[in-house]
């Protein structure tokens, strides 16, 4: 069974990382989708929160595992039986930026392939921080990220 790890910060998941999901799960027998936490970014949502609103999103779709880890991406990978991490590209920064930790972690342990899946050309321009700060000031949200991310933007921003 090919099993493959899709790491991020999913804060908020966007309709770009769920094209990267799907389109992984046509190449791979199960993909694992693992929330970490970035310490430098400081996120918006909590871990929970943020596995929440990937199950929701992703309910419809099978082999599908959402998980969260700390510490080092590589040991997790490993404790979980794949040799593959999956990175969603958008633009050449995002290959800079990706390439350059791919080969950082061959070089720690070499059994373990970065698969890199370019998303779909409507989601190019589309990351987190742009949807957080469109929901900041009430923008539209119309097909950038799904419903229940849309909802839970709205109930965190009316707070504040």
């Given amino acids: 069974m090919k099993i493959a790890v899709y790491p991020g ?10 094209d990267v999901i799907e389109r992984a799960l046509k190449i791979f027998d ?11 970014k400081g996120p918006t949502f909590t871990t929970e929160e943020r596995m929440e609103m990937l199950k929701e999103s992703t309910k419809e779709l099978k082999n599908l595992e959402i998980d969260s ?27 800079e930026f990706e390439f350059q930790r791919a080969l950082m972690n061959r070089v720690v342990n070499n059994e373990i392939e970065t ?4 998303t779909k050309e409507n989601y190019v321009y589309l990351n987190s921080s742009i949807v957080k700060e ?10 950038l990220v799904p419903e229940i991310v849309e909802k839970k933007l709205r109930e965190k921003f009316s707070k504040s």
């Fill in 9 to 18: 910060s999913f804060d908020p998941v966007t309709n770009g990382h769920i």
């Fill in 30 to 40: 199960k993909v694992i989708v693992t929330v970490g936490d970035n310490p430098e």
């Fill in 69 to 95: 880890f700390e510490g080092l991406l590589l040991d997790y990978v490993k404790s979980k039986d794949s040799k593959i991490i999956i990175r969603g590209l958008r633009a050449v920064s995002d290959f």
């Fill in 115 to 118: 698969i890199f899946i370019m």
């Fill in 134 to 143: 469109m929901a900041m000031f009430g923008s539209k949200l119309n097909g």
